[in-house]
């Protein structure tokens, strides 16, 4: 590690090979604790680089409990968070609208941060099971097109370095990594950003992987697409940057977004709008990112097609049947 820290000191940079196995050393308990500290500082004085990231990501994906899901053609929806919007959990109900649709959903998620609309608190509220038992989310996936990994069940590295995060009291790198950390490595993937500077980073890691991805950031700030103004999407067709009436949406307000405060009030929202009772404005964003989602199973359809096939989803009750079908 010293040889490592004098190197980043210098403002060098580190090999894809160089962050993945001082990551494993750190996630492993053989590093000090200091160091790891003055190891994360380093990040928060220079960017980090797309291999760095992607380095990090291999050694946690290598240190976190298996899932084998490879009998299933699987997409994850998630976000970074960290944008402050306060909106309800979008990527969450619209991963149902997709699973709604017909699409097998691996999500991989967390407790909220900076909110109580965090994908594990609203699904607890509901009654799903967080299991790292294959068989049981297997079983979802059969039953409900949807399972769900709630991240402290499958990274036990994160016990090494999450006590020195909490002391340092700054956003690390770990971060960034959270939306990369799926145990299923799912071959498709839709990825909310907080801020365009991290768009370059993230292509990094999924072209290094082979993901079939779109990364989105609404450019006033929302890590989805928010429909309140113009809204940025990375994929392999390069980028797109859309206005909502390109597709057929209308332009929302900030507080058509907002989530409540409370993980009843959050709960409520989520399961009004996949019975159907949600407002337009609720409806539309949440089409909207289920749209794109099921566009990275065909990306031959046009965007409009595909958010017309999450619309379906919705008002015919099938994602509420997705959720009842996993959800006690």
Sequence with gaps: MKQILNRLFDGELLSKGEAEKILLSIGRGDQDPYQIAAFLTCFQMRPITGQELSGFRSAMIQLAKPVDLSGYDTIDLCGTGGDGKDTFNISTVSAF???????????????????????????EHLGYWFTNDQDRLRSDLENGNFCYMHAQLFHPAMKEVGPIRKGMQVKTFFNMLGPLLNPSKPGRQITGVYSDHLIPL?????????????????????????????????????????????????????????????????????????????????????????????????PEISLIDCIAEAKESIMSLKAYDCLKAVAD
């Excluded at 609208?97 to 699904?123: F, W």
């Excluded at 929302?222 to 994929?235: C, H, P, V």
């Design 97 to 123: 609208v997709v699973a709604g649709a017909g699409y097998k959903v691996a999500k991989h998620g967390n407790y909220g941060v900076s909110s109580g609309c965090g994908s594990s608190n609203v699904l």
């Design 202 to 298: 993230y292509k990094t890691v999924f072209e290094d992987i082979g993901s079939e991805y779109a990364i989105i950031h609404s450019v006033d700030g929302y890590d989805e697409i928010s429909l309140t103004g113009d809204f940025l999407i990375e994929s392999k067709k390069g980028t797109q940057k859309l206005q909502p009436e390109e597709i057929h949406l209308p332009r929302l307000d900030r507080i058509d977004l907002y989530g409540g405060n409370t993980v009843e009030k959050a709960a409520e929202i989520f399961v009004n709008i996949l019975k159907g009772n949600g407002t337009e404005a609720q409806n539309a964003v949440v089409a909207a990112n289920a749209g794109l989602a099921i566009q990275r199973f065909k």
